[in-house]
């Protein structure tokens, strides 16, 4: 079991999560979702959650194996979105989950230990619980409106802070996060940034994640 933890610790590390991307295919405008995420890769993302609330479970599975080969190819981690069964069909480096979904501790036992388990949390108390129940690393969010979530409560600076400093797993910051705003999350100590449509809906996706990028060094030390 700890040689499968210390495979699960290679595939995330804080640098990995430093520019996190999660899919949209809402902006594809008849482009395919490969030939977007590889824009965005080439840019710079590091980190990569294929979020689907459309597609039925073969549809899903389908793109998540297309997917996988490209972020195997650049040697990225990669995780889905809710969806257990189609993190284990497509052998996805793990899952990511939010509150109302299963817990941490009952996906860890679905998934095994080289798994990355992912979870969203809003407050202290979550995730401290979703540390103890193994959770990998915490999305925490919304800390800008968003169009992606129309019903997604804001999260203060401050208590993206106290979060932050209250576990001792990487913290990403989620949640209407783009380029102009990215900067005000600086000394909140988080470990990165998960962003939706300031990636993908832009034109030319991958200068928008390169200038993520570099945003995003300058502010996490």
Known sequence: MTHLKEVRKLKLSRESLLLYAVTDRSWLN???LYDQVEESILGGVTFLQLREKELNNDEFLKEAV???TLTDKHNIPFVINDNIYVALQCNADGVHIGQTDMEAGQVRTL?????I???SVQTVQQAIEAEKKG????GVGAMFSTSTKHDA???TFEDLRNICNS???PVVAIGGINETNLSMLKGTNIDGAAIVSAIYSKKNIRKASQELHSILKQIIK
């Open 30 to 32: 008849g482009k395919s």
């Open 66 to 68: 297309e997917i996988k």
């Open 111 to 115: 998934i095994g230990e080289d798994k």
């Open 117 to 119: 388990i992912g979870v």
């Open 135 to 138: 959770a990998d690393y915490l």
């Open 153 to 155: 409560s804001l999260v």
């Open 167 to 169: 576990v001792s797993i």
